[in-house]
């Protein structure tokens, strides 16, 4: 009956049994999340008692969620900010620094003049997008590293921004 | 491999002492079929004639009901009492069909049709269906059904797969899974078990009623939905429809009568099948009673008039590409007999740019590839099989304020799902809270589907924004709902598995098994008695091995409490009421579920540790795995 039990407490990084770094071995997490899923999946306990079919259930909703959370570099970020405690609506209302604004900006424009026929122009423009995310996402590794959070929490916004920015229709091979 | 009874990776598997038997069930719009697989032949199983296609159609007479062929047989002289494409209705309200020429609702609320044998609704109807294809397998099989996998359109949201489990339910038959209709044809054509690497696999599944088309990528025995797209009220019937609504213009009949309508979607249907093969037909138009005799239609004609209709299917083969952020697709399957249109076959090869599997008869593919499925779940096939992992075909919300949904669970996640979010409260002194279900991708409450509403109670009275509201979704393996809400302070909680707000409650449910009881024969409450005994003693087993084994998760408390509840169980099996021995199990079953779970924590290391051992030689190994 406990829906949320476990739910957010369980710590995702030791649930797959890897280290918690934010540069983490992608095929060791997937390889432990399908290990998990073969062994624990509600269709392994289809003729089971109903409480074994339960629990699996629980427990499969929770290994994809820690999936889904760690396998995304965004969301893995922010999943990682939790943990260490950070207040990320306060990080969020603080904001990113100006300089990012500007960049901002820049990209908004180029975007919002960019002609759909205009192919090597998205080509272009979705590689300056991938370089300025390259740079957020390894100055959010270095930051959270060394334990500045604010900085982390800084750097993450970038990211959330610019990985919304690269799923833009207008960017999207048609 | 048993939760309670966890085994060490890579032991020998428990051997079932006799083959159980699962079947897999196409419960379709037009056509349904079961099928069997016993490990070496797989059989989708015939009626008496030989025929494996059974028309979803229901003949409610004053003195008999007939099922299939012989209940297609009164649908020009009783249209009223022969019911066909109910899975169309199953699950869904009375507002979608009113404006329905074809269907005869009655009158008053709820959804259902008038008959000579009183008021049916499409779950009884699906139900009716699901018992004749039962019938079947009885002279054909080894021994009774023991589970069935069942398919539904990866499309079917929550209401619709609700209904279908209910329907089931009412035909005495155990659902296994509820299965999506594409992944069971993947399955068929063993695209799952082939160990090449990763590839992309597109299902073209154009039925009687629905269309739906669904991304899957497989993988060294991984089998994954990566979105699904479509629509349930898109199918051959439509095609159908469209050139019966032709014939009666070409006839000029400007106000068709019942019949008439019937008549000419009989005559549509037949002519859609010849134009397959030929390029023009003559039909005989002299059952609508006009002065014409014959009409002839060309395949050109007909291809004019599906266009719209094939056009709709690619634009959602487009969006779902989209969705899932794929480019190109290794392989394509056609299911559904709308895919023998020549239109329809060069649409899709052209839209994916390579050749349709279309191999295996597209209207049995899906109950070919539920019965493999069946037999594995059944528990037959144990060790390193192929998991079929599915994902919630539309996203989950509640209503906020100004009719505005927010989102809880996004479609395309895959199931299990549990997703949690906080709200508050919105006055001052606020007690209590209604939550409103909501099934959808649009962002206003009027344009996505209410799946439910309750009312959370005993908030106490706070200032606007104090209290704590956790709402938790939790979506199960076959796509069903369960919520819950939880004020954080207080404790005070509401919990809902989400019922079909336009299928049947569980009240009626419940009266409608017990008529079936009340005419049961003895042999009918022999089995039930024996299946809850057979619940109950797997139950007590398997508890009685996982204390001896991990007796030290346990208080001793917990541990008395247990057998308490454990003595409960044996003393209620002994008094032989099938029903007290079905409340002891739910109760031991609450009661160990703590336990469950922590086996099942206990046991991640275990499994974790045979990946990595088997990994070594190749792959780098974490260093943190011990």
Sequence with gaps: ?174 | MVLLQIAEPGAAPEASTERQVGVGIDLGTTNSLIAHFDGNDLNVLTDDTGQASLPSVVYYGDSQTLVGADAERYASAEPGNTIASAKRMLGRSREEFEDDPYIQLTPGEGLAFATDAGTKTPVEVSAAILTALKDRAGPQLSGPISGAVITVPAYFDDAQRQATRQAAELAGIKVLRLLNEPTAAAVAYGLDEQAEESSVLAVYDLGGGTFDISLLRMRAGLFEVLSTGGDSALGGDDFDRALAVHLLDELSIDEPTVVQRRVALALARNAKERLSDKTSVDLDVSGLDTAASEVTVSRSTLEALLFPYIDRTLTACRQTLADANVDTVDRVVLVGGSTRTPAVRQAVTDCFGLEPLCNLDPDQVVAMGASRQADILVGNRQGDEALLLDVIPLSLGLETYGGLVERIVDRNSTIPVARAQEFTTARDGQTGLVVHVLQGERERVEDCRSLARFELTGIPPMVAGAARIEVTFQVDADGILAVSAVEQQTGARSDIVVKPAFGLDEAQITDMLKAGYEHASEDMLARQLGEALVEAEALLDGLLAAMTADGDLLSADETAALQSDMKNLETVMAANQPDDIRGATEILGNACEVFAARRMDRSIQKALQGVSLSQLESDVVEESTP
């Excluded at chain 1, 999340?33 to 392994?44: E, I």
């Excluded at chain 1, 760690?70 to 943990?83: G, P």
């Design chain 1, 1 to 174: 009956m406990n829906a949320t039990a476990g739910a957010t407490a369980r710590d995702y990084f030791s649930l797959f049994q890897l280290e918690p770094d934010f540069a983490l071995d992608e095929t060791a997490l997937e390889r432990a999340y399908h290990a998990l899923l073969t062994q624990f999946h509600p269709d392994r306990y289809a003729g089971k008692p109903q409480v074994e079919q339960r629990v699996a259930a629980q427990f499969c909703a929770d290994i994809n969620s820690g999936y889904r959370i760690l396998s995304d570099e965004v969301s893995r970020a922010e999943y990682m900010l939790q943990q260490a405690g950070v207040d990320l609506v306060a990080a969020e209302r603080v904001g990113v620094e100006s300089t990012f604004l500007m960049t901002q900006i820049s990209l908004r424009e180029q975007l919002e003049e960019l002609e759909p026929s205009d192919a090597a122009g998205r080509q272009s423009l979705t590689e300056e997008i991938e370089g300025h995310y390259a740079g957020s996402r390894d100055q959010f590794a270095s930051t959270l590293a060394t334990d500045a959070r604010l900085d982390a929490a800084r750097h993450w916004q970038e990211m959330c921004y610019l990985s919304k920015l690269l799923s833009e229709p207008k960017l999207r091979v048609s």
